[in-house]
């Protein structure tokens, strides 16, 4: 084979390799952590033993794989239709049958205690991207043993946040919580700005004493350690692109000390004005901020990258390298023939 065949068919390989990355899905995942939410409990109490009843339920209902992959309850093309793709009574999973245990209607799941006025919200980010974070809480009158509804949410989300900052790879934000009492539930959107992918969580909360639902008290709900996630990385079937720890060009790092985007402010907004429906509030895309430089000074993941950005760059530079040295090497042939 020629030199110049040879550079030929090794572009055109490169090409090849190249179109299949761009075709390639977007990753992103996470879960609530602060208040809990129900996959990330049951994961916490161990998907092959859990402790609570409800959890118990739960892996009945979904196998122990659902909750070895639970940062990653999603639509992959959301587009901010919330409401118009998933049905009432399966607001938890999504819609998606692999989840279908944590739609269970019980006044028993694990919950975190819950105070109304200003609290920080954290959110697991196992890759981070940009996007926007709704937050609904329950109405007054909610009944846990009955499966959930849209219309049991708020009408209007009492925080929402865009490009919210980075801590030890959790987001974290500020939101002010309606006054309520007794057991509520908190649900979460996580609508991507660089990606129609959203990312949805059920979050059980006791504001005051749990009546237990005129049974016993339900356990207090834990968020799984960083031991815990890494533990079950080898069981999990949750693609993260690259995306894991240490991948500083995607944020997974980002500490507090990360200079906030200009003109975003690190505060949520809240109350009733802050947002429309469910699926309003996170289907318009912001206005894409500055890019956050990480503690290393790389930039982190900027709105319109996915997982095959880093590789598109690369690639690129690989194809132009090589259609340039075919070209260099076509002249150089041309001109000996002279």
Known sequence: MTSRRTAAVATATAVLALSGLASAPAFAHGSMTDPVSRVSACYAEGPESPKSAACKAAVAASGTQAFYDWNAVNIANAAGKHRELIPDGKLCSAGNDKYRGLDLARADWPASPMSSGAHTFRYKGTAPHRGS??????????????????????????????????????????????????????????????????????????????????????????????????????????????????????????????????????????????????????????NAPAPAVADSGEVLAETGGDATTPYLAVGGAAVLALGAAVLFGSARRRRSRV
């Open 133 to 286: 974070f709704a937050l609904y809480v329950t109405k007054d009158g909610y009944d846990p043993s009955k499966p959930l509804k849209w219309s049991d949410l708020e009408a209007k989300p009492f925080a929402t946040v865009t490009d919210p900052r980075m801590e030890s790879g959790d987001y974290v934000f500020q939101g002010t919580v309606p006054k309520k009492s007794g057991r509520h539930l908190i649900y979460s959107v996580w609508q991507r700005s660089d990606s129609p992918e959203a990312f949805y969580t059920c979050s059980d909360v006791v504001f005051g004493k749990d009546s237990g639902g005129g049974t016993a008290p339900a356990p207090t709900a834990s968020a799984p350690s960083d031991e815990q996630i890494e533990d079950g990385q080898d069981e999990s079937t949750v693609e993260h692109g690259g995306h894991g720890d240490g991948d500083h060009t995607t944020g997974a790092e980002q500490t507090a000390a990360a200079p906030e985007p200009s003109g975003r402010p690190e505060q949520a907004s809240s109350g009733p004005s802050a947002g429309t429906g469910a699926g309003e509030a996170s289907s318009a895309a912001p």
